[in-house]
């Protein structure tokens, strides 16, 4: 098992940053690649950005390229999304994720995800 705990989320007005972080406990962090996701209302759960097991690469949606950035720190357990230049459409739950599948930072389907955070709300503000 592998307990996700995020922290960081709150209210923000466009063009703000915030950063997400996500506190792993339980099994061994490094053998997991680990993702951070979004769900707004009425929308699905979707991958924003990805790191790989040992944080040599990173994947990150279209949307958010140039804005977010993705990183981890085995030694300490932890994943942060530093977000920037923060828009309204960026207003979501966000989920931390753990996943296996994969060693590599890609796209994660939300059914290849083995472990998830409680989530921690994003609201911007025009």
């Known amino acids: 098992q592998v307990q996700l705990v995020e922290s960081g989320g709150g209210l923000a007005q466009a063009g703000d940053s915030l950063k997400l972080s996500c506190a792993a406990s339980?099994?061994?962090?490094?053998?997991?690649?680990m993702g951070w996701f979004r769900q707004a209302p009425g929308k699905e759960r979707d991958c924003v950005a990805a790191?790989?097991?040992?944080?040599?690469?990173?994947y990150y949606r279209d949307s958010v390229k140039g804005r977010f950035t993705i990183s981890r720190d085995n030694a300490k357990n932890t994943v942060v999304l530093q977000m920037n230049s923060l828009k309204p459409e960026d207003t979501a739950v966000y989920y931390c994720?753990?996943?296996?599948?994969?060693?590599?930072?890609?796209?994660?389907?939300?059914?290849?995800?083995?472990?998830w955070g409680q989530g921690t709300q994003v609201t911007v503000s025009s």
């Open positions: 994720a753990a996943t296996q599948i994969y060693s590599s930072a890609r796209y994660y389907y939300t059914r290849e995800v083995d472990y």
């Open positions: 339980g099994r061994t962090f490094s053998n997991y690649a």
């Open positions: 790191i790989s097991w040992g944080g040599g690469t990173t």
